[in-house]
Each structure stands twice: as C-alpha cells, then as structure tokens.
C-alpha cells in the first residue's frame, strides 16, 4: 500500500530540498538572492514589516520616518539573508563553512574562563547569522544548548543534524535540559543561552530592553548562582557577501547579580551592546514586547500583547 505524503510532509521535503541546493552556493550570491527576498517580504508580508516598523519606532524613537524605512528594508533583508543561509551552516562542507568565518574577536574571553576552570554562558541574541556561531562554538568547544522541536515536525531531523555535526549537544527545554547545562558549567564547557526569546509566564521577569520592559527569562541568573561561569554575548556578524565576524563580547557587569530583576536588566543590556554593532542585522520581526504589564487598583495584571 502505497502512502501519500501529508501536506506538512512534502512542505518540509520543499524546504529541505532548497537548502540543500543553497549550500552549494557561494554567500556573495546567497546575498545577493537575500536582497530581492528581502524587497518582497517588505512589499507583501505586512505582519514582518509592521513588526519591524513598530519595534524600531520603539527603540529608536529619535529616527525620522524616511531612516526608520531604510533601517525596516535592511533589517529584513538581513532576516532573509540568515534563512538563505541555513543550508551553509547546516549542510555545506564543513571546511567551507569555517572559511566563511573571516575573523574571530574576542576568543580570549572564552580561553581564558576554562583555563581558569570556569565554564562559559555565552548569550546568543537573534542577530547576524546565529546558526554559524553554532558552528564555530561546536568545532572549537565542548558545547551545549537547549533545542526545541520545530513546529515543522519533519524538519527535525533536518535542523537537528546540522545543529550537531559539530559535537553540539542539544538538550530539551525542561528541567531534565537546565539540569544538562549546569552539568555541562560544572566540566568547564561552554553552553549557549537564548537571551532574547520571551519565555512562558513564570519563567521570567519584566526588565528594561531600549528603554521599555520586555519578558525576560531568568534561567541566567539560577545557572550563574550555582556555577562560577563567566558570561559573554556572542554573535556572527554578517559581513555582506563575504562572510561573518565572530565576535564575543563581556556581558554586562548586572548579569551576575542574585536579584533577578537586575540579572535580567544585565542580560537585556548585554543584547543592546550586540546590536549596537549593526542594528539593521537584529530579527526586529520578533515581538519582543508581546508580553505587558498593566496596573490595575494598584496590583500587576500580566496579559498577551497583541495589538501587532
């Protein structure tokens, strides 16, 4: 008996397929293909524009009309550049992959954490091409991070197996998978925390991001209370047509602080000082500001934000 393929199935069989066939392209054409996409997302994918648009009025309230435009155009084609680029990170030869990585700063900050017997957080906002960083952790550290399962279910192990061809172990996102990354602190290793992505009610703090509270998560501030980790940002900037910049940066000085409010302050800060080294390449199409807090006779009412 013969069976049809569901229309999820061969929907993640079309993706899968273009990635692969992408990986064999060079990034200077990836980019290149990244500005037309980009051009159409802003021209008929209202909802990623508009997020977009309102996002950067709320972090750059100084920037007029005509710069908020230019800045919304770049950043999705940035955004288009990064799904393009899956399939190199995920699926081309790995030497290619690592002759893409044209500088590496700020490496010390991780060499000298382990010689010191400390493990490294490094907290990867969604900026420049956060799936290269995962390449170039995995090849040169013990490494490990949280993974959940995509919506796409029969991309799983499509995504998972670029995500581990470097020796990355990806762990679930549950207490069996925050018990994996403190062991993994405890060897001196290096994990990877998403420090922009809202969490679920209860797992997180309001704390300031550009001026304005956003949800965020507090599992930072319970690793770096049971470890002595150090913390760092870490991204892959793109570098258009050419490759990327892996850059590491010190965390904010708060991140390690017990309260969490101020851990929390710390991390957002830290998110902030990565984009400010090109803002157009942060995935502004992500609400970051679903989540408010109302006052109401005096008591905090938490509720979902959906106005965009």
Do not use: C
Not at 70 to 96: K, Q
Not at 157 to 178: M, Y
Not at 206 to 229: E, G, I, M
């Amino acid at each position: 008996m013969t069976t049809i393929p569901s229309a999820h199935s061969r929907r993640a069989g079309a993706v899968a397929w273009l990635w692969r066939r992408l990986a064999g392209w060079p990034l200077a054409r990836l980019w290149r293909l990244a500005r037309l996409a980009g051009a159409l997302v802003y021209r008929l994918s209202r909802r990623e524009r508009e997020v977009t648009r309102r996002n950067l009025a709320a972090v750059y309230p100084e920037l007029d009309a005509k710069s908020r435009r230019a800045l919304t155009r770049r950043s999705l084609h940035h955004s288009a550049a990064t799904m393009l680029e899956l399939g190199h990170a995920w699926m081309a030869p790995p030497e290619r992959v690592a002759a893409g990585i044209v500088a590496v700063r700020g490496r010390d900050k991780l060499d000298s954490a382990r010689q010191e017997g400390r493990g490294v957080i490094v907290l990867a906002p969604h900026f420049g091409n956060w799936e290269v960083l995962n390449f170039w952790l995995s090849s040169h550290f013990p490494f490990t991070a949280m993974y959940e399962p995509p919506k796409m279910a029969a991309l799983d192990p499509v995504i998972r197996h670029g995500r581990e061809r470097q020796g990355a172990a990806l762990v679930p996102t549950n207490a069996r998978g925050v018990a994996a990354l403190l062991k993994a602190l405890k060897r001196h290793e290096a994990i990877g925390i998403l420090p922009d992505q809202e969490p679920g009610w209860g797992s997180g703090v309001f704390a300031p991001f550009f001026h304005r509270d956003a949800y965020t998560a507090t599992l930072l501030s319970k690793l770096v209370a049971r470890t002595r980790a150090r913390v760092v940002t870490g991204v892959a900037l793109r570098v258009p047509g050419q490759g990327f910049e892996i850059h590491f940066l010190d965390a904010d000085q708060r991140v390690y602080s017990a309260e969490e409010v101020t851990s929390a302050t710390g991390v957002n800060a830290s998110v902030e000082a990565a984009i400010a080294l090109d803002p157009a390449q942060y995935q502004w199409e992500y609400k970051r500001y679903r989540k408010v807090v109302q006052e109401q006779q005096g008591r905090p009412d938490y509720r979902d934000f959906r106005l965009y």
